[in-house]
């Protein structure tokens, strides 16, 4: 296990279309998060999960979005009626919690662009 | 709110010479985290270094260290002896108390480190 890994690198769609983004963490880390990054401007927060459990979900999760981690291991980042708003890079990071959190690691990105 | 102002939208450096990237941040809790990350032309965030609000040292890793002062409100990152490596785009980021994971990061700082 080298790191947290997303899956596709790329993804380009038309408007209103479905899509469906994979992150796989750390293997030993039980928390998982989603962050959106547009050009020039830093990661934003989007959700995260500890185990299976979601704990937190951002106001800029539209009801279009829905993430999910059903065996606590990898999650899914679903996408519904895509807009030309969505196109950004979407980040997934693993870190651990042992009541005390540690540093985040994050995967290279899924970079979405709607046309 | 928690807030992260990063006021150098890019900065210039001669290589082998130390830079500074400033970070101030805006927060409530006691209890709080700060992180830097690397994120170089290929999208991955790289984490640098930690500082925890109660610790009482300035944390260093290798080349970086963080100066944080906390009565200002900062935690301004310092790279040592640049290397034309180190050309990338550095965010500071915020985590607000101990339980929540969730990063809350400034808008970036590009660094170019020039031979």
């Known amino acids: 296990d080298t790191g947290v890994s997303q899956d596709p690198r790329h993804k380009i769609t038309k408007r209103g279309q479905n899509v469906t983004f994979r992150c796989d963490p750390i293997?030993?880390?039980?928390?998982l998060y989603w962050y959106r990054q547009t050009l020039g401007q830093g990661p934003e927060f989007l959700t995260y999960f500890q185990n299976e459990a979601q704990l937190e979900k951002s106001r800029l999760l539209s009801d279009r979005f829905s993430a999910e981690r059903p065996k606590g291991s990898f999650s899914t980042l679903e996408i519904q009626r895509t807009e030309q708003g969505d196109s950004a890079m979407y980040l997934c990071?693993?870190?651990?919690?042992?009541?005390?959190?540690?540093?985040?690691?994050f995967g290279q990105g899924t970079r979405l662009t709607v046309v | 709110a928690q807030k992260i102002t990063q006021t150098q939208p890019g900065m210039f450096v001669q290589e082998k010479e130390a830079v500074t990237l400033d970070c101030t941040y805006d927060t409530s809790d006691q209890s709080y985290g700060l992180f830097w990350y690397k994120q170089p032309s290929s999208g991955e965030m790289i984490f640098l270094i930690y500082?925890?609000?109660?610790?009482?040292q300035n944390a260093t890793e290798g080349r970086y260290s963080l100066n944080f002062q906390k009565a200002r409100k900062s935690a301004n990152l310092v790279i040592s002896a640049s290397q034309l490596g180190d050309s990338a785009m550095y965010f500071c980021?915020?985590?607000?108390?101990?339980?929540?994971?969730?990063?809350?990061f400034g808008q970036g700082t590009e660094l170019s480190v020039k031979p």
């Open positions: 293997s030993e880390h039980n928390r």
């Open positions: 980021a915020m985590r607000e108390g101990t339980m929540r994971g969730k990063l809350i």
């Open positions: 500082q925890g609000s109660y610790d009482e």
């Open positions: 990071a693993s870190s651990s919690w042992t009541g005390k959190n540690t540093e985040a690691f």
